[in-house]
Structure formats: C-alpha cells, structure tokens
C-alpha cells in the first residue's frame, strides 16, 4: 500500500512539475513592446534581423529565443558649445542643437542597438569635427549671415554618416556665434577708437 501511494505522489509531483513547465514556455513565448521601444530579439545568441515594434508578440521560449534589449525611439537632443577659428581669424564659440532617433524601421532599430557602443558621444564628436571643419572656411561676418546653411550641411552630414548605424538625423539647429573675449575686446576698442575720432571731428567742425 505504501508502495502505491509513493508511487501516486511521484506521479503526481512530475504531473505538477510538467504543468509548470507547460505554463513556463507558454508565458515566455508571449512579450509586449511598449510604445515608442523597439525589442531586440537574439536566438541561441544569433541577433534576429528585425526588431520587434510595440504590440503584442509571439516567440520562441525561453532559451531558445530572448528579448535581450529595447531601442528607446524617442526624439533625443544633444547640447554642444563648438569652438571654432574662422577664416579671418576670430575665434568664436557656436551653440549647436542635434536632435535624433533610432530609426523605426524594424532593421533600422536593429543597427542602432548593435553598431554604436554610445551613440551620443560618438554623434558629438561627429558634430565638433564638421562644425568646426565648415566654420574655419568661413570669415566671421559670414558666419553669423549664413548659420541656415550651415544648419542644412552638417544635418546632410550627419544624416549621411548615421544612417548606416540606425541612426535618424531630425534636425540640426545653430545658435548666434558668440565671439570670444579677445574678439569681443577687439571690437570695443574699434568702437571706442571711433567714437573718439569722431568727438575730435565734432570739435574741429565747431572751431
């Protein structure tokens, strides 16, 4: 009797067991993506080609198939002071504004979790380089009368640069150059060399 009843409680416990395991790869074979994420699915390690967007999704379970990361596609925004020297020599710092995304292209999102180890500093350091590249090519005047143009060639730059990685450029803003303070002292010495040219000039006309 004893026998049987070891017997049932085995069964028993392998019955719990297996249903548990049942339960276990169905729940794992389900995921959500939340909205504005991209999931990044891997098979025994190999990264699938396609992202998953948001919504409900089926896979393989758990270990076959994990959701090992998710791809922030929100509009993110980089803040960079550049310091350039301009062709005539002045030395200006400008304020430049990068927003970007991952792309939303399931392959897209894909390169942009693999290919770039931090996006950010690697799209800044993009930035300095070709802000301060076009800025030495042009004299002062120019480039406070020409920052539209500037704005449209680092976006295509960058654009061109970071579309390979999964990267979106949406858009590119610079700020008024701000002159430096040697630059900023140079020009108030012309105004004041000026202005006292000028009050001799009044005073001869008077005598």
Same mark, same amino acid.
């Given at each position: 009797?004893?026998?049987?009843?070891?017997?049932?409680?085995? $069964?028993?416990?392998? @019955?719990?067991? #297996?249903? +548990?395991?049942?339960?276990?790869?169905?729940?794992?074979?389900? #995921?959500? *993506?939340?909205?504005?994420? =991209?999931?990044?699915?891997?098979? #025994?390690?190999?990264?699938?080609?396609?992202?998953?967007?948001?919504?409900?999704?089926?896979?393989?379970?758990?270990? &076959?198939?994990?959701?090992?990361?998710?791809? %922030?596609?929100? &509009?993110?925004? $980089?803040?960079?002071?550049?310091?350039? @020297?301009?062709?005539? !020599?002045?030395?200006?710092?400008?304020?430049?504004?990068?927003?970007?995304? =991952?792309?939303?292209?399931?392959?897209? =999102?894909?390169?942009?979790?693999?290919?770039?180890?931090?996006?950010? /500093?690697?799209?800044?350091?993009?930035?300095? !380089?070709? /802000?301060?590249?076009?800025?030495?090519?042009?004299?002062?005047?120019?480039?406070? =009368?020409?920052? %539209?143009?500037?704005?449209?060639?680092?976006? @295509?730059?960058?654009?061109?640069?970071? +579309?390979?990685?999964?990267?979106? $450029?949406?858009? *590119?803003?610079?700020?008024?150059?701000?002159?430096?303070?040697?630059?900023?002292? +140079?020009? %108030?010495?012309? $105004?004041?060399?000026?202005?006292?040219?000028?009050?001799?000039?009044?005073?001869?006309?008077?005598?």
């Amino acid at each position: 009797m004893d026998l049987i009843y070891s017997a049932l409680q085995t $069964i028993f416990s392998l @019955k719990t067991l #297996f249903g +548990a395991i049942i339960i276990f790869l169905i729940f794992s074979s389900f #995921f959500v *993506v939340r909205g504005k994420t =991209a999931a990044i699915l891997e098979t #025994f390690g190999k990264p699938q080609e396609r992202a998953k967007l948001p919504g409900l999704h089926f896979k393989l379970p758990w270990p &076959i198939t994990s959701v090992v990361a998710h791809v %922030n596609l929100q &509009i993110l925004e $980089i803040d960079a002071n550049v310091s350039i @020297k301009t062709k005539d !020599n002045a030395f200006m710092t400008l304020p430049v504004k990068v927003q970007y995304r =991952a792309s939303e292209e399931p392959e897209g =999102a894909v390169k942009a979790h693999y290919e770039l180890d931090d996006p950010e /500093v690697q799209i800044t350091s993009y930035v300095l !380089n070709n /802000v301060r590249q076009t800025g030495s090519t042009l004299d002062m005047v120019d480039l406070y =009368a020409n920052r %539209n143009a500037m704005e449209d060639q680092v976006q @295509k730059s960058l654009s061109e640069q970071f +579309a390979r990685y999964g990267y979106i $450029i949406v858009n *590119v803003l610079v700020d008024e150059p701000q002159p430096s303070s040697e630059v900023r002292d +140079a020009f %108030n010495r012309v $105004i004041r060399s000026e202005e006292h040219t000028s009050e001799l000039q009044s005073r001869s006309a008077i005598s």
